[in-house]
């Protein structure tokens, strides 16, 4: 702005206006007025109440990790869900309040945002795991802490209640207008905050549901008390709950706990017995299990940015190829029930998979700035001429004959055939020479040069790779590891694969195995080609062991799938990994890191016959001064060894005994196989079918799973779910089932009878077919004098249980 423009109230240099400075002088203290509730910041409310000083480090890092945990949860979305878990399990949660607050906070943001229920109960699913110890040795997990928190929102009315009741007489005593106006205002704000909670509540409580981290059993504990409560609320939460569960919860166990729920609301609905608006959404709810539970709208929730585009293509493809319906819609307002069809319909299962199920920010990456890794890899990139040969042109009939596995006499079709017994015998008295007969006898592939050279194949190696973890599309794998044409480099393949999965997820490490032992069988990758680019890894494991301490058991699941049908034999697989490693002192580590991965697809009997049928010793994997026994025994791999050695370790352990064991095995998270063998070889069989043994075994296992706060008790279901398998394989007849039943009536009486606990236990080993529906009839019969100690008490906890199982029997007469 020039200087002769000067704004009409800029006064002139010359006209400068003299200002008054009055003084004053404070006489008196002054004090301000303090409110009797004043707000406070939430730092310093709920789950971050400062109970120590706050120059406290301790109270201070809690702050830091509550701080740090709020951002995380305020970038959650679908696509970044996988990566900030990752940024929760770093943080420093590892005590008991610090859990308590994590688990606060996500509830609470999951009930503030309930169209994001889904992605926060897929956000707890995650983190069920989460483990923290107490001073006093007790294990609190995050799912615990979880289910707790759900059960004391659902169980809260009567704080609502007496809430509004204080409200309501705050308003009926008020005198004045103004007064009543605001006093409505806040008792209307308090049952509209009250019914939004409770809402969002059973929103997320069938999200968890769906997941599997709620079982049927508190799924229909809780349709049957909002159908007893009966006021709207109650009602719209109903709604809420059933559809979302409905679908599965009638595909279950429980279908005549639906069926009386559906009764019920059908009933309300033809007497009118509450508002229009609820008979409407009930009635929504009757007509979505009469359509199958097909929605009329689609689930509008979150979609992750790989979704919106491919649904936003899919919509261009279809406006582009349909011109005239489209007008139709558009204009006529008639649109073509097919065209609806065709909107409400998925893509193809690849598209979903490459869209749907991204696992992580690769995934966005990949689509996002790669278009096609085929077309940029064999149009764009191609070496030479003989690629564009490759591609353009049909291959020759060697080629054909090559990868059709149609060689000779000598083809695939005897390693696909032949057992892993077969093979061990094979190699018992001179492994090394038969090593190499074996590979001789299965590599039927010629030797042509490479069509492409080392540096090309890599980099293909690694494309392939990365879009068979992203996409998991077996088929397409095998076609494009075929296509190489480079047999006598795909140990580059096999290393390149090794060495991208090695520190990854056990996911990840597993398929990359089951990718490697299908190019195996499938004839594509030569057995020695495979133990080559295996052997680079293996001899750097000592450097590797500094930067990834869990090597052996990374490499022993990246193994594993190499053991099963169709792959190499046992002797040969063990026998050529352990060459680089027996000078280390380390072959005996990673053997037994792969048997113990083995026995979680088949039985240890199963690995312990392919053991000794390979003719494999301890002794020719481990040092001379190690004692083989004691190795064996300490890495809980006495399957390899003779019945007879076994046998003789077998000592007598009193209840006490058994007892104590069990619960040091379980506390440690030991898996069932686990325990099942410390049964097998420490105990005989006489102790193993004891009543005394599965009275101590029952109890073990039902004092682990139950999550205790305070007054209140609930079973982990997810825990229960896991040990019933190792229940089953003990509780095989009604005798030993009725044992169980009598040792948790004795558990109950310890307790002093924790409310609707037995009831749980019940629901849970009744829904995981740990205990029949004859033997719980035997049990509420039973009048043996030695069994009465507060049966009657336990008889009142499960009244509702035996008269669902009444309804259940006349159900299916």
Known sequence: ????????????????????????????????????????????????????????????????????????????????????????????????????????LTFEKAISEPSFSRVYAKMCQSLKMLTVHTPDGLKVTFNKLLLLRCQKEFEKDKDDNEILKKKQEELEAASGDQEKKQLTEELEEIKYKAKRESVSNLKFLGELYKLKMLTDGIACDCIAKLL???????????????????????LGIRKTCLDKCFDQMKQIVTVKSTSNRICFMLQDVLELRLNKWVPRHKDQGPKTIGEIRKEANLEGQRFNQQPHRRDNRWFNQQPDRRDNQRFNQQPDRRDNQRFNQQPDRRDNQRFNQQPDRRDNQRFNQQPDRRDNQRFNQQPDRRDNREFNQQSDGRDNRQLNQQ????????????????????????????????????????????????????????????QCVQELKSTQLLFLFVRKGLEYTLDRNATTRECMGLLLHQLIKSGILPP??????????????????????????Y???????????????????????????????????LLVHILNGLCKAMSREKAGIMWKEAGLRWKDFLPEDEDVHKFVTEKNVEFTLDKETKESQKKKLSSAEQ??????????????????????????????????????????????????DENYYIVDHDLMRQRATLLKKYLHDEEKQLQALSALQVLMVQMDHPSQLLRMFFDCLYDFDVITIRTYYKWELNKNPGEQQGKDVALQSVTNFFAWLHDLKAANR
């Not at 240099?13 to 008054?20: A, G, L």
Request: aromatic share 4%; proline share 5%.
């Open 659 to 708: 007892k104590k064991e069990l619960d040091t095995l379980i506390q440690d998270k030991a898996d069932n196989h686990t325990i099942a063998d410390w049964i097998e070889n420490n105990l005989d069989e006489q102790q193993t079918s004891s009543n005394t043994f599965i009275r101590t075994l029952t109890t073990c296992i039902c004092q682990s799973t139950i999550i205790s």
């Open 528 to 553: 020695e080609q495979y133990c080559k680019g295996l052997q680079g890894i293996i001899e750097e494991t000592e450097d590797l062991a500094i930067d990834i301490p869990k090597i052996w058991l």
């Open 228 to 250: 007893k409560d009966n006021d709207e609320v109650s009602l719209e939460c109903l709604c809420t709950l059933v559809s979302a569960i409905g679908k599965q919860l009638e």
């Open 419 to 478: 057992s892993d017994r077969q093979r061990g015998q094979q190699f018992n008295q001179q492994p090394d020479r038969q090593v190499g007969r074996w590979y001789q006898h299965h590599s039927t592939f010629n030797s042509t040069k490479p069509s492409l050279t080392e540096e090309q194949l890599e980099k293909k190696s690694s494309a392939i790779i990365k879009e068979y973890l992203n996409i998991n599309d077996m088929k397409e794998a095998l």
């Open 1 to 104: 702005m020039s200087t002769s423009t000067r704004l009409d109230s800029e006064p002139r240099p010359s006209e400068q206006i003299q200002r008054k400075v009055i003084p004053w002088k404070v006489t008196a203290d002054l004090k301000l007025h303090k409110a009797e509730n004043p707000w406070e910041s939430s730092v310093r409310t709920g789950v971050h109440s400062c109970a120590k000083p706050e120059n406290d480090p301790e109270q201070v890092k809690t702050q830091v990790v509550f701080k740090l945990f709020r951002g995380i949860l305020n970038r959650v979305t679908p696509e970044k869900l996988d990566i900030l878990v990752n940024q929760v399990t770093e943080l420093d949660i590892d005590t008991k309040e610090r859990l308590s607050g994590v688990v606060e």
């Open 555 to 589: 490499l022993s699941e990246l193994l594993t799938p190499m053991l099963l049908e169709g792959g190499i034999p046992m002797g040969v697989l063990f026998r050529e990994i352990s060459k680089p490693l027996i000078p280390l002192g380390t072959a005996g580590v």
